[in-house]
Structure formats: structure tokens, C-alpha cells
């Protein structure tokens, strides 16, 4: 069945950047009718989606616009992943991040597959 | 972006009772493409509902979903103890992706 793995340190400093990765297995990070998604959630900003990577005969990004200055998704298709840089990161940016996964040819649309989520704190 | 509201915050029931939550959205969902999710303390969301009404797989069929525009609802027809847990709507209609604040199911 199809997993996601999450790596990545739990504890930026602020003005820093936050990466993490999201491994993948039984399905592919190159995939026509999947989109590759971060998403976080913290108890002040609730669930919010941060991007998106995906591949249709090109690859392509989206992102939401309360990031879209800081943030970087990209696809490794030769390790079957992909990752999340957020830049400049500030105490707002503390939050459980989860990658998610959406099924369909369409980018936008649910999570069926979620990773196990990685507590980031960002505090000097 | 579209502001999803649910209501109630917590709805405090008794295991068998039906359950009955709202969604509510700040502008017409396109093609009503709303989801929803249960979360229990410390793990991801796991996805119940899609396209408004349908079931994803292996979900017990006392979860349906109704709605459409700007109002959707999530009913639990007999709870299970297991339902217990905390309710997230989601639409994926329009840009951005966007999510509501959740309604917490309590014994």
C-alpha cells in the first residue's frame, strides 16, 4: 500500500530555513494522476495548505499565497521523494507539518494518503 | 480564498446518537468538490468523505455526506465509540486549498 515518510529536524532557528522530506513508497513522486502536498497545522492557523508539486508531462508547483515568497516543494524522482523549504521562518511557522497526497488527474483535490506528521518548532 | 465555517465547535453526545455537523463556506464551492476528515489526538487526518457525498474507501456507510454551494453537512447516523475525535471540512474547488476549524465530537 502506498506510505509516506517524513524526515527532517524538529527545531529551526528563527530567520533559518526549514526543510523537510517526504519519502514515498508504493507509488511514484513522477505519477500522472497524483499531486505531491505539504500541508501544517498549528492551534493558532488550524489545517492550512502550504504547496503542491506534480507532474504532468511537465513538472509543476503551486503555492498557497500566505507562503509563496518563502517556500520551495521539489520532486527527487531518483529517490522517489520530495521536499519542503520554508525560508526566513519566524515562531508563527511552529506547527505539525504533514506531506499528503492527492489522487487524481485533477492536482486539486483530497488527501487520501497523509505522512505521520513532524512536530517543527522554530525557537532559538 | 474561501473561509470554511463549522458548527457547532464541540457537540457533547452519547454513543448511538446521531450526529449531525455543519460546514459552511464563504463563497460557492465549485463543483461542490468538499471533503471531510476525523483526526484523534496525535495522528494525521484520515480522509471520510469526497465530492461532498462519497464515501472513501473502507469507510463504515453510518458516515454520509450531503450539501452543496455554500452549505454541507457530515452526519454520523449512530455514533461508535471510536468516532469520537475532532471533524475537518476541507474544498478543493477553488484556490487555495482551504480548510475549516473543526468540530470536536465528545462523549
Redesign the interface.
Known amino acids: 500500500q502506498v506510505q509516506l515518510q517524513q524526515s527532517g529536524p524538529g527545531l529551526v532557528k528563527p530567520s533559518q530555513t526549514l526543510s523537510l522530506t517526504c519519502s514515498i513508497s508504493g507509488d511514484s513522486v513522477s505519477s500522472n494522476i497524483a499531486s505531491w502536498n505539504w500541508i501544517r497545522q498549528s492551534p493558532s492557523r488550524?489545517?492550512?495548505?502550504l504547496g503542491r508539486t506534480y507532474y504532468r508531462s511537465r513538472w509543476y508547483n503551486?503555492y498557497?499565497?500566505s507562503v509563496k515568497s518563502r517556500i520551495t516543494i521539489n520532486p527527487d524522482t531518483s529517490k522517489n521523494q520530495f521536499s519542503l523549504q520554508l525560508n526566513s521562518v519566524t515562531p508563527e511557522d511552529t506547527a505539525v507539518y504533514?506531506c499528503?497526497r492527492?489522487y487524481n488527474s485533477n492536482p486539486?483535490?483530497?488527501?487520501?494518503i497523509?505522512?505521520?506528521?513532524t512536530v517543527v518548532t522554530v525557537s532559538s | 480564498?474561501i473561509v470554511l465555517t463549522q458548527s457547532p465547535a464541540t457537540l457533547s453526545l452519547s454513543p448511538g446518537e446521531r450526529a449531525t455537523l455543519s460546514c459552511g463556506a464563504s463563497h460557492s464551492v465549485s463543483n461542490n468538490?468538499l471533503?471531510w476528515?476525523q483526526q484523534k489526538s496525535g495522528?494525521?487526518?484520515?480522509?471520510l468523505i469526497?465530492d461532498s457525498s462519497t464515501r472513501?474507501?473502507g469507510i463504515p456507510d453510518r458516515f454520509s455526506g450531503s450539501g452543496s454551494g455554500t452549505d454541507f453537512t457530515l452526519t454520523i447516523s449512530r455514533l461508535e465509540p471510536e468516532d469520537f475525535a475532532v471533524y475537518?471540512c476541507?474544498q478543493?474547488?477553488n484556490?487555495?486549498?482551504?480548510?475549516?476549524?473543526?468540530t470536536k465530537v465528545e462523549i
Do not use: K
Open positions: 488550524g489545517l492550512e495548505w503551486d498557497a499565497p504533514y499528503g492527492v486539486r483535490g483530497v488527501f487520501d497523509w505522512g505521520q506528521g | 480564498e468538490y471533503g476528515y495522528l494525521a487526518p484520515r480522509l469526497y472513501a474507501t475537518y476541507q478543493y474547488g484556490s487555495p486549498l482551504t480548510f475549516g476549524g473543526g
